[in-house]
Every structure is written in structure tokens, then in C-alpha cells.
């Protein structure tokens, strides 16, 4: 999984970096890092990266900025926030201006690894399961845009191919309207996307489905989203 995945790592404290850096780069990881918000943002306008570790308190341009500005710019490359313990507000605050996760300061490096294993898991279907996988009592073929049950084959769209992907890696979890919307159509959540998300479903319900108005693989959470139940 951590073949060529590149991480950026935006932490002022040296010691903290460069335990990081070391941690990450023995497990295989590509590790770039910047000192403070400036040079994160430069590095960021550069280049592409695959997750980025994101210190709060931050010389230059604060972290909070620094994702807030990501996000309204379309970067949708998966963050992390790293708060210090009691930073409550600052936390939520984090995961209001789009970033995927938080941890607190002190915390475990293996810690660090997990979060961002289930991270890049939850961001990006295709390093869970793959372009081929099962999905209930379905054969899926992402790349050919099929699924496949006891021989016949339904065609699907690519729209429905990623929304089936990003289910599938997330077995038995709730997926809310927002989240599906932000990984599958690459924007952010409005009126009008709601009612997007509810006809696709409805769609992708009626042709995989062995009865769609009693959904068993895809099921209605109640004022949640949705869940996948393998």
C-alpha cells in the first residue's frame, strides 16, 4: 500500500518532523516536509501529494488557513490535522474546513501510521479493494464498467462504478450524503447535490438490486446516509 505514496509533512518543530520523516520512510512511505505555512503552500502549488500531515500552530500561515484555503481552491488531496491536547474547538474547527482526520499531540507513531493507512483507505476505494472485487452477491469490473451476477451482466456508469467502489471499501460504515458527494463528484455538498447523490443511488439501486424498493446491499440510514452491508 505505501508504494510511491508521497506524504508531505507541515510541522514547525524539528524534533517532531524529523521523528516523522524516519518513522515514515521506513515504512516505505515518499516524505517531503515544510517548517511553516509558507512553504507548505508552495510546495503544495507544486507538486501533487497523496496525504499531508498538517500541524494547527504554524509560523507564517496557520494550519487552519492552510486547509480552509485548500479546500476553497478544490485541492482534494486527504489531511490530517495534528492539534495539541485540549485543542477541542480547534478540532472540530479542523473537520469543518475539510480536512479527514485529526490527532493529538502526544501521540504514538504507530498511531500516526494507523490514521493514515484508514485515511487513504477511506479517500481513495481503489488502494482497498481494487479496480475487480465483490460487492454482496455482485462480481464489479470498474475499469470494464460492469457487474456481474450468476452470469448476466449489468452495465453501469462510471459515476455509479465509483460510488460502488467507495462502498465497498467501507463495508458496514455509515456513508453521509456529504462524504459520498465530496469523494465520488470531487465538490462540496449542496442542495442540489443532495438530491444528486438520493437519484444516483436510486438509480444504481435499480439496476443491482435483487428488489430495489427493499434495498438489501445498499440500505437507507434514516437521517444519516447510507451503508453498505456485505
Known amino acids: 500500500m505505501n508504494d ?32 511553516d505555512g509558507l512553504e507548505a503552500k508552495q510546495l503544495v502549488a507544486g507538486q501533487a501529494f497523496d496525504l499531508i500531515l498538517l500541524d494547527l500552530m504554524l509560523p507564517e500561515i496557520t494550519g487552519e488557513r492552510l486547509c480552509s484555503t485548500w479546500r476553497q481552491e478544490g485541492l482534494q488531496t486527504p489531511i490530517i490535522m495534528v492539534t495539541a491536547k485540549g485543542q477541542e474547538k480547534e478540532k472540530i474547527c479542523g473537520l469543518d474546513l475539510g ?17 493514515i493507512r ?11 479493494v481494487g479496480q475487480t472485487f465483490r460487492f454482496g452477491d455482485l462480481e464489479v469490473d ?11 451482466v449489468i452495465e453501469i456508469s462510471s459515476r455509479e462504478a ?25 465538490d462540496t455538498l449542496t442542495d442540489l447535490g443532495t438530491r ?11 439496476r443491482i438490486e435483487v428488489d430495489s424498493s427493499n434495498p438489501k446491499i445498499i440500505q437507507t440510514v434514516r437521517g444519516a446516509g447510507y451503508r453498505y452491508v456485505p
Do not use: C
Not at 480536512?99 to 490514521?115: G, V
Not at 460502488?164 to 463528484?185: C, K, M, S, T
Open 4 to 35: 510511491g505514496t508521497h506524504i508531505l509533512i507541515v510541522e514547525d518543530e524539528p524534533m517532531i518532523r524529523s521523528a516523522l520523516r524516519d518513522f515514515l520512510e521506513y515504512h516505505r512511505f515518499q516524505v517531503s516536509e515544510a517548517a
Open 99 to 115: 480536512a479527514d482526520d485529526y490527532i493529538t499531540k502526544p501521540f504514538s507513531l504507530e498511531e500516526m501510521r494507523a490514521r
Open 118 to 128: 484508514a485515511v487513504l483507505r477511506r479517500t481513495d476505494p481503489a488502494r482497498a
Open 142 to 152: 470498474v475499469q470494464a464498467l460492469k457487474v456481474t451476477r450468476e452470469g448476466q
Open 162 to 186: 465509483g460510488i460502488i467502489q467507495h462502498f465497498a471499501a467501507n463495508p458496514d460504515r455509515v456513508i453521509g450524503r456529504e462524504e459520498l458527494y465530496r469523494q465520488v463528484w470531487n
Open 196 to 206: 444528486t447523490v438520493d437519484m444516483h443511488i436510486a438509480k444504481l439501486r435499480a
